[in-house]
């Protein structure tokens, strides 16, 4: 069982910078690949970023790519969103997910386990 703790989130204005954290519990963690989704008001949850338990690689949506990096440290047991540049459109509940397999993360499907979220607000 993998407990997910997010934190970081807030109101910050467009071109401001915030840096989400994930508190996984379990004594597995660098065995799960690491992922972050989002969902805005009225939409579908989305894809963000995942990374695989050796954080060897780090993949990610098209919308936040080249301003999101995603890492993780596995003797912490945290994962890290860190988002800058950030959009009114980055507007979301952001959620920290774990997974044995990082093409699950991708997908959003099937997911083994889930945060409850943090809110992210730009105001433009």
């Known amino acids: 069982q993998v407990q997910l703790v997010e934190s970081g989130g807030g109101l910050v204005q467009a071109g401001g910078s915030l840096r989400l954290s994930c508190a996984a519990s379990?004594?597995?963690?660098?065995?799960?690949?690491m992922g972050w989704a989002r969902q805005a008001p009225g939409k579908e949850r989305e894809f963000v970023a995942a990374?695989?338990?050796?954080?060897?690689?780090?993949y990610y949506a098209d919308s936040v790519k080249g301003r999101f990096t995603i890492a993780r440290d596995n003797a912490k047991n945290t994962v890290y969103l860190q988002m800058n540049n950030l959009k009114p459109e980055d507007t979301a509940v952001y959620y920290c997910?774990?997974?044995?397999?990082?093409?699950?993360?991708?997908?959003?499907?099937?997911?083994?386990?889930w945060g409850k979220g943090t809110l992210v607000t730009v105001s433009s």
């Open positions: 379990g004594r597995t963690f660098s065995t799960y690949a």
């Open positions: 990374i695989p338990g050796s954080g060897s690689s780090t």
């Open positions: 997910a774990a997974d044995l397999y990082l093409n699950t993360l991708r997908r959003l499907y099937g997911i083994d386990y």
